[in-house]
Nanobody, 126 residues
């Protein structure tokens, strides 16, 4: 069974940092594209960062470039999203998801990702 579990969200002041984790079971990260997405109340789900080790593709949304970093720990089969210099507009539920590496040919788009975690809340206070 494919399963993704996010953790690491919380409440942080503007300018602060968090590290989100996405632990996978039932498949190996190296074989898939992994994406981090977020959804704020009343807004569409947004692709934040996507990565495929097999293709060497890394994507960041313009709004997070230079502040967020995606990485992975292969032995732990866990992906991370480091969030630095957080802003109130980063407040959202953050999800990790998995897809075929070919999915990133169309960018970091949620409709191409089929396996999802339950999400973790990130709240940034001003």
């Amino acid at each position: 069974e494919v399963r993704l579990v996010e953790s690491g969200g919380g409440l942080v002041q503007a300018g602060g940092s968090l590290r989100l984790s996405c632990a996978a079971t039932g498949f190996t990260f190296d074989d898939y594209a992994i994406g981090w997405f977020r959804q704020a109340p009343g807004k569409d789900r947004e692709g934040v960062s996507c990565f495929s080790s097999s293709d060497g593709i890394t994507y960041y949304a313009n709004s997070v470039k230079g502040r967020f970093t995606i990485s992975g720990d292969n032995p732990k089969n866990t992906m991370y999203l480091q969030l630095n210099s957080l802003k109130p507009e980063d407040t959202a539920v953050y999800y990790c998801a998995a897809a075929s590496p070919a999915a990133l040919g169309s960018g970091c788009r949620s409709e191409y990702f089929g396996a999802w975690g339950q999400g973790t809340q990130v709240t940034v206070s001003s």
